[in-house]
Nanobody, 124 residues
Framework: QVQLVESGGGLVQAGGSLRLSCAAS????????MAWFRQAPGKEREFVAG????????YYADSVKGRFTISRDSAKITVYLQMNGLKPEDTAVYYC?????????????????WGQGTQVTVSS
């Protein structure tokens, strides 16, 4: 049973930084793709950033490129999302997701496991 537990959300002023963590358990994730999605009120869930566990290739949505960095720690089986230069439009619930494939996709429907989400609020 795969479990994903997010932490690190909170309230921050525009221009500030936060680091989200996603602790994973229940599988060997070497053939998995991990990703962060977000969902703002009244909007669809959208892809933010992704990483192949094996090799560490990373992918970003255009809206966060240059500001956010996704990484993973294989020893801790944890995925991180470092968010710098936060903007009010980054306000959303952020979800960690895992996909049982190294083929990278950005559609949330193609991911197999999800965390419970963590709220990020950026004030102007």
């Amino acid at each position: 049973q795969v479990q994903l537990v997010e932490s690190g959300g909170g309230l921050v002023q525009a221009g500030g930084s936060l680091r989200l963590s996603c602790a994973a358990s229940g599988r060997t994730f070497s053939r998995y793709t991990m990703a962060w999605f977000r969902q703002a009120p009244g909007k669809e869930r959208e892809f933010v950033a992704g990483i192949r566990w094996s090799g560490g290739s990373t992918y970003y949505a255009d809206s966060v490129k240059g500001r956010f960095t996704i990484s993973r720690d294989s020893a801790k089986i944890t995925v991180y999302l470092q968010m710098n230069g936060l903007k009010p439009e980054d306000t959303a619930v952020y979800y960690c997701a895992a996909r049982e494939s190294a083929i990278f996709v950005t559609s949330p429907g193609r991911f197999d496991y999800w965390g419970q989400g963590t709220q990020v609020t950026v004030s102007s």
